[in-house]
């Protein structure tokens, strides 16, 4: 590519009225979680980027990595988070029961994802943890939470939202639960895009088949305690998050039944076979996802003042 | 390492009541410097971990990372982010004029420096940029920004400070400002921590000779318009900081005389050839070593649930 017409790009890019706007509801969106998080007892943790283990990212059908990244650091291979959920269960070893953070995840994902409009390798989502929780509480701390961020949206940047048309509504709580069987009976196998078109407030979606830290059913097993928060007018996936497994056979049984290398995986499962996993439900909501929504905006790669959208080359 | 004997010393380590007085503090410092930053007008970017490029971390006589790690995404070369400092002077040209970011930050660092109890291979800094700024708005906004942390420390973990034993005082403004030739007169060249215990209250230390974004004087060649603020009582380092060159040619003499490879920073250059750099002045401050200061701990690696000390090896 020519180098620099790369470089005129990526001027006329930061110069955009609608990136200052989105930057200035992104300020808000985080300040709003975080003080929100706070005034629910919950402790925030720094992220870690690199580390012995990471979320494996499957063998959840929605995850396309290429490959997991590492580095090497004086012969220790580390790899990149691909998300903290690992680590979360980890932290509430420690006697903290509500820990949130605002984690950076890298993802490789294939570069065809570039069509999707919500596909970033490089994200934040503020992550958290709580012990002893079940799927309803995260439920309607999360349901809280998506309201109060966007009264907050609303009246702290009236001006920006004008700038960008956008017209936001209130969503009424207790938001509408659907089952991914209900989805794909309605939607097809790919109902995510259809089913966000088809709403106008953010709803819920139960039991998804996906990675082993997430908690089977044990009363009806193939059946799943975790659950996606979709925004509507087909903005998509907004949130991810279960109870999770925290009993060493059970976690033994997931992982050999994902066919996954269970020596990625020997310092977690050393401290699950010690029996300090706690019983426990969080999820990650996706910032970049969520002000794209707020702001209304095309491609979530356009809030990223440098865009690391897969199938694009990083000019910067 | 007997991996055994590892995973219970992890445990262990997670465990102290220590951590947990710590994290509370940690989250009291988080929510006061984002509100801070906030209520003065400046707007939030989320952190990015790769680029093609980032902050050389030379010729500084204090840096010693081995190398900057690298990844590879679809034959592209991306490196992490050793600090934010180009991406902030960059994100200036959207028109913000005033932006921060908590950053983590990957630095390969010696392994010999497990022994200064302020080094980690991963922290996360509060970075922050102001455009047309001078050094001195930058050292009155960290002082409040300092003094106000403090407070709000004092008074909602007052519990958690009684527990740790600290004792902390809320320093006077403005605070002492010496020159490093004072600084290397009255404690030599390695004057960082002999002057930090010789002190019991925060200071300034202005005009190191460092990276070619700090600006030199123009008035005055040889001399820089940077400064680090000093965490007194022996904790070292709390920030760093500078005006900035902006101006093409000073740029590359600067690129040239630390013998940096041009290469490395193409479009950052070319950027500033197109004159779309702006004159401004910025810090980053590193929330571990200010949290270790604050609970008045031994370590900035006890602050961290995950330890990334260089030289330790990581168990999880």
């Known amino acids: ?65 290429i490959k997991t990244p590492t580095i090497d650091y004086y012969g220790q291979r580390l790899v990149l988070t691909q998300s903290m959920i690992l680590h979360k269960q980890l932290a509430l070893i420690s006697g903290l029961d509500r820990i949130f953070i605002f984690s950076p995840n890298i993802r490789l994902e294939r570069k065809e994802r570039i069509v999707t409009g919500k596909h970033l390798f490089e994200f934040t989502q503020m992550d958290f943890e709580i012990a002893h929780a079940t799927m309803d509480d995260v439920m309607r701390l999360v349901e809280d939470m998506v309201v109060e961020t ?28 659907y089952t991914t069987h209900e989805m794909e009976e309605e939607f097809g196998k790919d109902w995510e895009l259809e089913a966000s078109k088809a709403h106008t407030q953010p709803f819920w979606v139960v039991c998804h088949k996906r990675e082993f830290y997430d908690r089977e059913d044990p009363e009806k097993p193939g059946h799943y305690r975790n659950y996606d928060l979709v925004w509507p007018e087909g903005f998509g996936e907004a949130l991810s998050g279960g109870e999770r497994e925290w009993e060493y056979e059970r976690i033994i049984r997931r992982i050999e039944r994902d066919g996954l290398d269970k020596s990625k995986y020997e310092q977690y499962l050393e401290l699950a076979k010690l029996g300090l996993l706690k019983p426990s439900a969080g999820a990650g909501i996706g910032i970049e996802r969520f002000v794209r929504f707020l702001a209304g905006v095309e491609h979530v790669g356009d809030v990223q003042p440098f865009r690391r959208v897969p199938g694009e080359e990083v000019i910067v």
Chains 1, 2 share one sequence.
């Open 1 to 65: 590519m020519n180098q620099c017409l790369g470089i005129l790009r990526v001027v006329e890019y930061l110069k955009r009225d609608e990136l200052k706007h989105v930057l200035k509801i992104q300020t808000t969106v985080l300040k709003t979680l975080q003080q929100f998080m706070i005034s629910r007892g919950f402790v925030q943790l720094m992220p870690i980027v690199t580390s012995t283990l990471t979320d494996p990212l499957g063998p959840d059908p929605r995850s396309s990595v």
């Open 150 to 177: 966007i009264k907050a949206v609303k009246k702290y940047r009236k001006d920006e939202l004008e700038q960008l048309e956008r017209k936001l509504k209130v969503p009424e709580k207790p938001f509408r639960v």
